[in-house]
């Protein structure tokens, strides 16, 4: 299958569905992480946030390697073998499906994701294992209910069975008013006793205070609020009664680290805590 380049040529799409417009988190992620799928508005975005937070692209690039890093943990010492990859963004190296079935070829990913230029490329290059599988849904985090219900999902998952819940890097998208404690723990309470939460998430804990001002005006500066950074306290709270596998929630740089301690970047050029939790 080919990938569209342009967004009338993404089939199944309404008009209005794909607003180029308008930045999209995925694409300008893929921006950050110097990637070529996104557009005017998400380069715009991701150069304003750059010039107060210059280090955002090391923000990225530390967040996919906890992706890698934390995938391969599940799959090889818990043993996991089902993943729900939510917030999925544009395929890159390393993706949850490639990961887990390095080490499992049986393992089964559902990836979701509202950005339909996502799912397009997610269709197109996420191609599964022969012994495992993958399945792409379109639908928002902030509503729990629709993913869990879609049939495609219970399809590719056997809910009664343990699964790996992975919010990277997504979080920080959902304000207080879309209830976002509420959202992950509707998911993780859909899932049975062993099942794990790996999250990331975005934080001014390590920023100095004027750049944490700066920011959080840049991040408050869209349609909706861009972005909210939380503390680590605030980033506990979503683990509910989920016990933290070690070393807990750390700076993501510092979640099982492959690569000495000098050669980790600074805390504020990591901004991002990560954590993996798991369901007793």
């Given at each position: ?20 417009s ?8 893929n921006?950050?992480l110097?990637?070529?799928d ?24 530390e967040?996919?390697?906890?992706l ?14 089902q993943?729900?990859?939510i ?17 499992a ?10 950005d339909?230029m ?8 996420l ?16 509503d ?10 219970r ?35 859909a ?79 990591a ?5 993996v939790?798991r369901?007793?």
């Open positions: 299958m080919t990938v569209p380049s342009r967004p009338d040529q993404v089939p199944g799409v309404a008009a209005g569905r794909l607003d180029t308008v930045m999209h988190p995925a694409r300008r992620y921006y950050w110097g990637g070529k996104n557009f005017a508005a998400d380069r715009e975005s991701g150069d304003q946030i750059a010039a107060v937070y210059p280090a955002i692209r090391t923000v990225a690039r967040n996919r390697a906890f890698r890093r934390a995938v391969r943990f599940l799959a090889a010492e818990a043993g996991i073998r993943f729900l990859d917030g999925t963004g544009i395929p890159t190296a390393d993706n949850t499906h490639e990961v887990a079935q390095a080490v070829p049986d393992s089964r990913i559902v990836y979701v994701d509202n339909p996502v799912l397009v490329h997610a269709r197109a290059l191609t599964s294992s022969v012994a495992g599988a993958t399945a792409y849904l379109d639908a928002d985090l902030r729990p209910d629709r993913i869990l219900a879609d049939p495609e999902l399809r590719i998952l056997d809910l009664s069975r343990p699964v790996a819940l992975m919010l990277i890097a997504v979080l920080h998208f959902l304000g207080d008013d879309d209830g976002p404690y509420d959202v992950v723990a509707r998911l993780v309470d899932l049975p006793s062993g099942s794990y939460l790996a999250l990331t998430h975005f934080t001014t804990d390590f920023l100095a205070a004027d750049v944490t001002e700066r920011a959080s005006t840049q991040f408050a500066g869209g349609r909706r609020p861009d972005g909210n950074p939380r503390s680590r306290a605030e980033i506990e709270r979503f683990l509910g009664g989920l016990a933290p596998v070690e070393p807990g929630v750390v700076p993501a740089s510092e979640w099982r680290p492959e690569v000495p301690a000098d050669q980790l970047p600074p805390l504020h050029e901004s991002i805590y990560g954590v939790a369901k007793p």
